[in-house]
């Protein structure tokens, strides 16, 4: 973990070249940095569409994509079918370096008798891999592959265990859990997911959290459909719409907006796992507010801000390539 204060430090210190590490926002990563998107289902919430957004308009290149299953969205090939429509309709529209969604199997991770986070028995998932090989790829010393999650973290925590320098090379981005009043539970949503690989990435990882949602029907009204480009993503956005105005918090996206739209996170706290709170079937640990704490807590967004920017995106003529 203290590779995590080192880079907190040398954001502020401006030491690097011509304030290459001086962040952009509240958080130490930015649009700068590739990422790496976990997730399971497609259809409910606009993840991945404000990710293939983001990094047509300069934001993070897309390095990866793993898609798993879970108990809301179980069956994989499903999910990944859904994922590979999304990229089907963004390619077809013109938008280019979209990578192809990567299967990932691996159940929950499962606490040792011994207690012992290292001690975990690794899936050895393709997930796992695909993080490892990426961030050897895509990672700086001033500049981290950050993994992006809207699903459980077991992916992640994964690679890990089957590389503990992986520890050196990336940041995980997680929208997941809610703000207590002490800090943050790793709840529902997602964080109820894998409690155990929760325990794993806030000890082993330098990892932010995002508990800050709005209400996703903002980011394409029904009024707004008809102005949609006459594309595949056009028409995939359309037909996805009615299903995301019935489900109106906005989960998933918002762990990668924080990335790449540095102005939505408005406030942040410094926290701590709390180590008297373990991993248990209802979540992860608790997060307690701590300012000498190594991991983040996103509490509050700019929404207004995030809807215009996608609206915005999606009608500009010049996300879709000459």
Same mark, same amino acid.
């Given at each position: 973990?203290?590779?995590?204060?080192?880079?907190?430090?040398?954001?502020?210190?401006?030491?690097?070249?011509?304030?290459?590490?001086?962040?952009?926002?509240?958080?130490?990563?930015?649009?700068?940095?590739?990422?790496?998107?976990?997730?399971?289902?497609?259809?409910?919430?606009?993840?991945?569409?404000?990710?293939?957004?983001?990094?047509?308009?300069?934001?993070?290149?897309?390095?990866?994509?793993?898609?798993?299953?879970?108990?809301?969205?179980?069956? *994989?090939?499903?999910?990944? =079918?859904?994922?590979?429509?999304?990229?089907?309709? !963004?390619?077809?529209?013109? #938008?280019? $370096?979209? +990578?192809?969604?990567?299967?990932?199997?691996?159940?929950?991770?499962?606490?040792?008798?011994?207690?012992?986070?290292?001690?975990?028995?690794?899936?050895?998932?393709?997930?796992?891999?695909?993080?490892?090989?990426?961030?050897?790829?895509?990672?700086?010393?001033?500049?981290?592959?950050?993994?992006?999650?809207?699903?459980?973290?077991?992916?992640?925590?994964?690679?890990?265990?089957?590389?503990?320098?992986?520890?050196?090379?990336?940041?995980?981005?997680?929208?997941?859990?809610?703000?207590?009043?002490?800090?943050?539970?790793?709840?529902?949503?997602?964080?109820?997911?894998?409690?155990?690989?929760?325990?794993?990435?806030?000890?082993?990882?330098?990892?932010?959290?995002?508990?800050?949602?709005?209400?996703?029907?903002?980011?394409?009204?029904?009024?707004? *459909?008809?102005?949609?480009? =006459?594309?595949?993503?056009?028409?995939?956005?359309? !037909?996805?719409?009615?299903? #995301?105005? $019935?489900? +109106?918090?906005?989960?998933?996206?918002?762990?990668?907006?924080?990335?790449?739209?540095?102005?939505?996170?408005?406030?942040?706290?410094?926290?701590?796992?709390?180590?008297?709170?373990?991993?248990?079937?209802?979540?992860?640990?608790?997060?307690?507010?701590?300012?000498?704490?190594?991991?983040?807590?996103?509490?509050?967004?700019?929404?207004?801000?995030?809807?215009?920017?996608?609206?915005?995106?999606?009608?500009?003529?010049?996300?879709?390539?000459?």
């Amino acid at each position: 973990m203290g590779g995590w204060a080192l880079l907190t430090l040398s954001a502020c210190s401006g030491a690097l070249d011509a304030g290459s590490d001086v962040p952009h926002g509240l958080l130490p990563v930015d649009e700068r940095n590739a990422i790496v998107i976990s997730n399971d289902g497609a259809s409910d919430n606009w993840q991945g569409e404000y990710a293939i957004l983001l990094a047509a308009s300069g934001g993070p290149v897309i390095a990866g994509i793993v898609v798993h299953d879970s108990v809301h969205w179980p069956v *994989l090939e499903t999910n990944a =079918a859904g994922w590979r429509d999304l990229v089907s309709a !963004a390619r077809d529209s013109g #938008l280019r $370096n979209i +990578p192809d969604p990567v299967s990932s199997i691996g159940p929950p991770l499962s606490r040792p008798a011994s207690g012992d986070l290292d001690g975990t028995i690794p899936n050895y998932s393709q997930g796992a891999q695909q993080i490892i090989d990426l961030s050897r790829r895509f990672s700086r010393s001033y500049r981290p592959l950050v993994v992006v999650t809207g699903g459980r973290l077991t992916d992640v925590a994964d690679a890990y265990l089957v590389d503990h320098t992986v520890a050196d090379r990336i940041v995980v981005v997680s929208s997941l859990g809610t703000v207590s009043a002490s800090g943050a539970a790793m709840g529902a949503p997602n964080g109820n997911l894998d409690p155990w690989a929760d325990a794993i990435v806030t000890a082993r990882l330098r990892y932010v959290q995002v508990s800050a949602y709005y209400d996703q029907a903002t980011d394409v009204p029904s009024s707004f *459909l008809p102005s949609l480009p =006459a594309n595949p993503l056009g028409a995939w956005i359309t !037909a996805k719409q009615p299903n #995301l105005v $019935n489900s +109106p918090q906005a989960a998933d996206q918002v762990a990668v907006i924080a990335v790449g739209l540095p102005a939505f996170v408005a406030e942040v706290q410094k926290v701590s796992a709390d180590p008297n709170a373990p991993a248990s079937t209802g979540g992860g640990p608790h997060l307690i507010s701590d300012p000498a704490g190594e991991n983040w807590l996103v509490t509050r967004n700019e929404a207004a801000l995030a809807s215009a920017q996608f609206q915005r995106l999606l009608l500009d003529p010049g996300t879709y390539g000459p």
